[in-house]
Structure formats: C-alpha cells, structure tokens
T-cell receptor
Framework: EAGVVQSPRYKIIEKKQPVAFWCNPISGHNTLYWYLQNLGQGPELLIRYENEEAVDDSQLPKDRFSAERLKGVDSTLKIQPAELGDSAVYLC??????????????FGPGTRLTVL | GQQVMQIPQYQHVQEGEDFTTYCNSSTTLSNIQWYKQRPGGHPVFLIQLVKSGEVKKQKRLTFQFGEAKKNSSLHITATQTTDVGTYFCGMNTGFQKLVFGTGTRLLVSP
C-alpha cells in the first residue's frame, strides 16, 4: 500500500516568488493535514481537511498561504509571495477520520523549502 | 503556533542505558499520541494512550499516561543505536487537533 506522497521533495526559490506543494494522501483517508516543521521543532498544524472541507485553518497565514482539496483527495498548499521566514519543511499527513477515537496520522516525506 | 515543551530537549546516552522523555500539559487531554522521527525522516506513529493511568509496552518501549491525563512519558529500556531520533508527543485536547510537543532528540553512542 502506498503511503502519503508529496512533491516536490525539495524547493529553492527567491523571496517574493510563489511556490506550491502537492500531497496525495493514503487511499480512503478522509482527513488531510498540512503541517509546518521548523528545524528542531515539532510539526505545527496549518490546516486540516475533512474530505473537501477545511475544518480548521486557524493557524494558516491567510494573507500569503492558501490551500485546496477540491475533490476530497489530493491537496495543494500555496505560498504567494514567499518570505525568508517561510523556509521550513512542509509535511502532509492523512488519517482515516479525525472523528474516530483512534486517529493515527500517517505523514508524507515532506517538502523542504528554502527561500533565498 | 501552539507547542508544548518536552523534557529533556536532548539526551545523549551510551548504548544499553535507559532513556525517558516527558510531555506535560496544563489542560486535561482527551488522548495522547507518540511519534518517532528519524534524522532526515518524517514522524512515524508509535502509539496512542486514551485511559487515565494507562500503560502500554512495545518491546523495550513503555508508554504511560498520567492519572490526571495531563502528562505522559516514554521510557526506553536498554537503548540501541536504532533508537536514535526525535520523539514527539501529540496532545489531543478533544477538539480533534493534535498539538505536538517540541520533541526530545535522542542520540545513542555504540
């Protein structure tokens, strides 16, 4: 069974440029998460989807970040324009459903973003 | 974003020594999860604790959930070099949202 797929694995851009990350969750997983992980820190939630609905985007900096999960399967996270402080690893995770009592999250390999 | 401190932040042990990391919350938790992230890798789920005072074991790993459901610990007996990585707790306060701790980085020397 394939795990969570993310692309690209690495991205280097100049500040003020746009960037997009793609995630394909495990088949059948209704819940999809985007996290940001800075070096030496734990993952911080940016947005959580239940199917195609964004149910928690309180931590998403909406002035420059946007996300979509149009068909309730794969998802795209975009930053426009990128700033130096956005350099981090962007992790995607999925789970069967956050309403379940047992809610193991499966993480993808992440996209390491470097903003110059 | 919100994060909770885990202690210690870093520990370097000799192979065969024990290791413990602690996760503390100021609020009562619905459940807590533990993840391991190898260097250069992504977090991998280890276990979920739900009940007050719950203790679960996975080979050399022992996980505990406090009686008040506000703290948890992960103990590794007789560490091995394969235990190297960062261990994160993920705290669920009941709003279907995991808040991850800052992690404890474990280094094991042979």
């Amino acid at each position: 069974e394939a795990g969570v797929v993310q692309s690209p694995r690495y991205k280097i851009i100049e500040k003020k440029q746009p960037v997009a990350f793609w995630c394909n969750p495990i088949s059948g997983h209704n819940t999809l998460y985007w996290y940001l992980q800075n070096l030496g820190q734990g993952p911080e939630l940016l947005i959580r989807y239940e199917n195609e609905e964004a149910v928690d985007d309180s931590q998403l900096p909406k002035d420059r970040f946007s996300a979509e999960r149009l068909k309730g399967v794969d998802s795209t996270l975009k930053i426009q324009p990128a700033e130096l402080g956005d350099s981090a690893v962007y992790l995607c995770a999925s789970s069967l459903g956050s309403g379940l009592s047992y809610n193991e999250q499966f993480f993808g390999p992440g996209t390491r973003l470097t903003v110059l | 974003g919100q994060q909770v401190m885990q202690i210690p932040q870093y520990q370097h042990v000799q192979e065969g020594e024990d290791f413990t990391t602690y996760c503390n919350s100021s609020t009562t938790l619905s459940n807590i999860q533990w993840y391991k992230q190898r260097p250069g890798g992504h977090p991998v789920f280890l276990i979920q604790l739900v009940k007050s005072g719950e203790v679960k074991k996975q080979k050399r790993l022992t996980f505990q959930f406090g009686e008040a459901k506000k703290n948890s610990s992960l103990h590794i007996t007789a560490t091995q070099t394969t235990d190297v990585g960062t261990y994160f707790c993920g705290m669920n306060t009941g709003f279907q949202k995991l808040v991850f701790g800052t992690g404890t980085r474990l280094l094991v020397s042979p």
